[in-house]
């Protein structure tokens, strides 16, 4: 079982202060969603937890080594992470790009074993495209390919995944399939960080959200405690219906809390 | 016929291999002298007619060889490039190496220095490959994109070309200007096991540089991020490519000169028999430069024109058209 600790985690991107003095200690069990609106530094907290950008001040640190020190072989068998708009630039079939998630367990010229075999193809039953597996991916839709991107991340079969925006243009079909397999990923034992900007499938699937907003953690907790109308008026900006739908918290956004007329008079 | 796809690797090696070899047997058997089979086992016995001994030897073979390596390297050079900057428009030549060598040896023939000593040309040349890329490391050591490799690869691959304008402008007279634009035009006439000697060492070593990169140029398949989390240190991996082509292609360059467009055009014919994965085209592309390089060789010698056709003249007016009209023809090239 992984356990990530962030601690007093500051980050500075071109002379910005992109995240400030963020703190959470993530278990895995359940999906955490970190939400917050567009520019709030989500992907960054993303990447810091990464080592793919180093912390100004702080630390992140995976079951209590800095994810700086571990060198990045070691990282990458331990965390798996999609990232936002992956871009897949050769026309590989679907089956040779979700071994690409092998990688961290080869060798530079050792090749894919028994057992790699073996993840690659748990890979794709768990993301539904094992009917796949022979088609090319840059010839798939955007719901077949977002699948088959996840199956890669899914395939490195570490014990934490990190996904940035992973429901960007899916249906709402595809979005439920995705955040269910998030779901059992995070119930096999998986640590799952989710990156989200839709709301209502945050209020259904996470456990815990952490909302932030100009790069400070303003809210963490159960999305009960996160969605209240208090904080989505500050930090998006917006009034929101809140409320239970067959037992699980739910949010509507209904209208931006300072319309265009209002700011003018500002 | 379909073929599975657990055989046609296999099954793509040992064909370009067996070409290579079968194409370096032909370089052997092609030339003004003739010779039967069995004078070919008497020269390799050592028995037989010293005098078409030494044709074999000491001219043919050492001729084959070089065109067996040189090809490879600039095959594998164009593969390797092709996949970490995601580009199947890249070939060795994007880094200025191929310049930066190409100036080493126009500096040995302006001032002379080539008279001195046969070898000072291309070790002249490794030179100026060495010294295009000290500058490109420096420039490109904070970086982590490629782009700005390549835009300093052009950068002095632009200065090296100016250096031999400029040589070429101020040659001493007419027949040294011609001698720099026939090394330029690249050839492999006349070489000996000397030269062979000289660009073994470079071509290995570079080699070995560049085909360590597989697994990563693999995960680069799905960009920088996405590859630094699948383990890969993107510094680590830049530092062998640049390492790799200068010193394998500036020992190819060095002792062949400028040979455009094999780089370019083999993993481009190769890329649509393999699994398209960057890794898969490597050890291709190495045998079908050798293979392609080796034809052209056989191709000027047999080409009856009043002087040898040079190499570079040869694989550019060949590969152009055949370049274009693969892209024609299946326009998702990569």
């Known amino acids: ?266 | 016929m379909t073929i599975s796809p657990s055989y046609r690797r296999p099954l793509l090696i040992a064909g370009l291999a067996l070409a290579a070899v079968l194409l370096a047997v032909g370089s052997l058997l092609t030339g003004p002298t003739r010779f039967g089979s069995h004078e070919i086992i008497g020269a390799f016995t050592g028995a037989g007619d010293p005098v078409l001994r030494a044709v074999l030897l000491e001219l043919r073979l050492p001729r084959a060889l070089l065109a067996l390596v040189v090809g490879a390297m600039l095959g594998l050079g164009g593969a390797v490039l092709q996949g970490y900057l995601r580009n199947p428009l890249a070939e060795p030549s994007v880094l200025g190496a191929s310049n930066a060598a190409a100036l080493g040896a126009v500096i040995a023939l302006y001032f002379g220095i080539s008279q001195l000593h046969p070898l000072s040309l291309p070790l002249l040349a490794i030179a100026g490959a060495m010294a295009g890329l000290t500058p490109l490391m420096l420039l490109a050591g904070r970086a982590e994109s490629p782009l700005s490799l390549i835009l300093a690869g052009i950068a002095i691959g632009t200065l090296a070309g100016a250096g031999i304008s400029l040589a070429l402008n101020l040659a001493p007279n007419p027949f040294a200007a011609m001698e720099i634009m026939s090394w330029l035009m690249g050839s492999l006439e006349d070489r000996s096991f000397a030269h062979f000697w000289l660009a073994l060492p470079c071509i290995t070593l570079g080699g070995a540089l560049l085909l360590w990169n597989g697994r990563a140029l693999d995960a680069l398949t799905l960009g920088e991020e996405a590859a630094q989390t699948l383990g890969v240190d993107l510094r680590a991996l830049r530092w062998r490519i640049l390492a790799g082509i200068a010193i394998g292609v500036g020992g190819a360059v060095a002792v062949a000169g400028a040979i455009g467009f094999v780089g370019l055009i083999v993993p481009h014919l190769l890329r649509p028999l393999t699994d398209r994965a960057p890794s898969a085209l490597l050890l291709p592309s190495a045998l079908g430069g050798a293979a392609l390089l080796s034809a052209a060789d056989i191709a000027v010698r047999l080409i009856p024109t009043d002087a040898e056709l040079h190499l570079g003249v040869l694989t550019a007016l060949l590969g152009v058209p055949v370049f274009l009209y693969h892209l024609v023809r299946e326009r998702r090239l990569w």
């Open chain 1, 1 to 266: 079982m992984v356990r990530l600790s962030i601690e007093n985690l500051s980050v500075v991107l071109g002379g910005r202060a992109v995240l400030e003095g963020i703190d959470a200690r993530i278990e895995p069990g359940a999906i955490i969603g970190v939400i917050g609106p567009n520019g709030a530094g989500k992907s960054t907290l993303a990447r810091a937890i990464t080592g793919l950008i180093p912390p100004a001040a702080g630390r992140v640190r995976l079951d209590g080594a800095e994810v700086g020190a571990l060198s990045r072989a070691a990282l990458a068998r331990r965390v798996a992470y999609l990232p936002q708009g992956q871009t897949v630039h050769w026309p590989l079939s679907v089956e040779r790009l979700v071994a690409l998630g092998r990688l961290p367990h080869l060798g530079p010229f050792s090749d894919i074993r028994g057992s790699d075999r073996a993840a690659i193809e748990r890979a794709m039953e768990r993301a539904e495209i094992l009917a796949l597996r022979d088609r090319v991916v840059t010839e798939l839709s955007g719901g077949e390919r977002a699948r088959v991107l996840i199956a890669r991340a899914l395939a490195v079969e570490a014990s934490g995944l990190i996904v940035d925006e992973p429901l960007a243009a899916l249906d709402p079909g595809h979005q439920l399939q995705m955040m269910e397999l998030l779901k059992a990923e995070a119930a096999a034992g998986v640590m799952v960080i989710a990156v989200l900007h839709d709301l209502a499938m945050a209020a259904r699937f996470c456990e815990r959200l952490l909302l932030i907003h100009q790069g400070r953690l303003v809210a963490d907790g159960a999305p009960a405690e996160v969605l209240t109308p208090r904080y989505l008026e500050h930090c998006y900006e917006i009034r929101a219906w809140t409320g239970m739908i067959e037992g699980q918290p739910a949010v509507l956004p209904l209208a931006r809390s300072s319309p265009p007329g209002a700011a003018k008079l500002r």
